[in-house]
């Protein structure tokens, strides 16, 4: 892979002190704009800019964003550069001291076990609640995520928030495994041998460590927490880290040591956006009626029937991922012939390889928006600028461009979903071959858990056609 570092105009940008800072700034302001729009705004949801910025502008660039530059989000985040500039007293420059406490995270929590039940607990409140059909809940995450990276790196050391708190950070970190752009060491040597310092991680005089508490000059890959905010590059002595350009998806075979809380959050991630929309397109009306019972009935989203029907569908669905995968990988060492490989092992393994699926059905579901939807932001936009920033004018005369009809769209979302399957089935493949040294108990494994990876783009296949009118 080429070193884009090699390029003078990339060179020159990444060696500027301020660097991020200054592409922070532009993505603050518009969240500014955003939490204005949502807070004080109209409160229809097709009207209000700041919700459809929010909800398919930034949502389908995150997404967009996984396959070319990985957490490229995270360096751009206003919300965790807030708590980092309180916490450092600077916006870039290496101060002489630092506000807070300075702990350091607990061990125990060192893992994305929270990361993940946080983001169980944020896509339950939009299928809950809706928030990404409500200006002012909108504008409450928003709030509420600033205060709680300024409240935390005030108490803890580095961006602790971003790491192990942001509800999003275990799908951006397990969806940057599919990107083709990385950080890393140039010569391993250079590091074992030549540094001594380690200044990419400690930092030194004049240059912060790594935000993220990874160390570029180790073994480990770092693709799933490193923001590439580039602090390695400016503090390393020896000039010793690249920035390059791969092919996309090799993270997902290429762990050294893949771990079971970063493979339950895969799973998970995955259940999330194939097993869980099946169970609630099939089953939600009848679970609801079921709690109508119990539970006093109101209007959407208190509606309390609902609220525990989404809540119990939830709980299904992410076991059943789970224990769809761990049935698979249990048929794999079975099949495989070969007791020394566990079905931990494989699981943990075999987990990341069903990222891309998960993501293919999160991207399937970005393209009805951009090509069935996308036409309203021009004009809750026009909105925003006759009133701005308070975003209290109607938009007038609102309707939405259809750039595609629905059973075109319906087809490019099938090839998306085939796409992230083809990623899957190879790097399936080249587990198993890096498992199992011998080729018929590689290929014996490979079956059951390629299988379930069908199994589940065969689900996302017909939750999205079952909407076709």
């Known amino acids: 892979m080429r070193d884009l570092r090699e390029l003078t105009p990339v060179r020159r940008a990444l060696d500027l002190e301020p660097f991020q800072f200054v592409l922070v700034l532009p993505t603050a302001a518009a969240v500014a704009v955003v939490l204005i729009s949502t807070a004080v705004g109209i409160e229809h949801p097709s009207a209000n800019f700041g919700l459809v910025f929010t909800w398919v502008v930034w949502w389908g660039g995150l997404l967009l964003s996984f396959v070319i530059a990985g957490r490229a989000w995270c360096l751009v985040c206003p919300v965790g550069a807030a708590g980092e500039w309180l916490q450092r007293l600077s916006f870039w420059w290496r101060s002489a001291a630092i506000a807070g406490l300075g702990l350091r995270w607990p061990r125990r929590l060192r893992n994305l ?41 005030l108490v803890f050391e580095r961006r602790a928030f971003c790491r192990y708190l942001c509800p999003l950070t275990a799908l951006i970190g397990l969806g940057a495994l599919v990107s083709m752009l990385e950080l890393g060491r140039r010569d391993p040597e250079t590091c074992r041998v030549r540094c001594a310092t380690k200044d990419c991680y400690r930092g030194n005089a004049r240059r912060w460590g790594c935000p993220m508490e990874e160390f570029p000059g180790g073994e480990a890959q770092v693709k799933v927490h490193c923001i590439l905010c580039t602090e390695c590059v400016k503090s390393c002595r020896c000039d010793n880290i690249a920035l390059r350009l791969g092919a996309p998806g090799r993270d997902l075979w290429r762990l050294r040591r893949p771990r079971l809380d970063g493979a339950v959050a895969a799973m998970v991630i995955v259940a ?43 709980v299904i669905g992410l076991g059943a991922g789970v224990t769809l995968l761990y049935g698979a990988s249990r048929l794999s060492q079975l099949v495989a012939g070969e007791p020394a490989v566990t079905t931990r092992t494989l699981f943990t393994r075999y987990a990341y390889a069903l990222i891309p699926v998960g993501l293919a059905r999160l991207m399937a579901d970005l393209l009805d928006h951009a090509l069935r939807t996308w036409g309203a932001l021009w004009v809750v936009t026009r909105a925003l600028l006759f009133d701005f920033p308070l975003n209290r004018v109607p938009p007038g005369g609102a309707s939405v461009v259809h750039l595609l009809g629905p059973v075109a769209v319906y087809g490019l979302q099938v090839g998306v979903l085939l796409g992230g399957l083809l990623l899957t089935v190879y790097a399936m493949d080249r587990i198993s071959k890096r498992v199992f040294a011998d080729r018929a108990a590689a290929f014996a494994s490979f079956v059951p858990v390629t299988g379930l990876g069908l199994l589940l783009t065969l689900v996302s296949v017909w939750t999205l056609g079952i909407a076709l009118p």
């Open 113 to 153: 076990w929270l990361a993940t039940a946080l983001f169980v607990a944020f896509v339950f409140l939009d299928n809950g609640y809706g928030i990404s059909n409500s200006p002012r809940m909108t504008a409450g995450l928003i709030v509420v995520l600033v205060l709680a990276a300024a409240w935390t790196d």
């Open 272 to 314: 999330m956006a194939t097993v869980v929309p099946l169970l609630t397109v099939a089953f939600l009306g009848d679970m609801r009626r079921l709690f109508v019972g119990v539970l006093p009935a109101g209007a959407p989203p208190n509606d309390l029937p609902r609220l525990a029907a989404i809540g119990l569908l939830f």
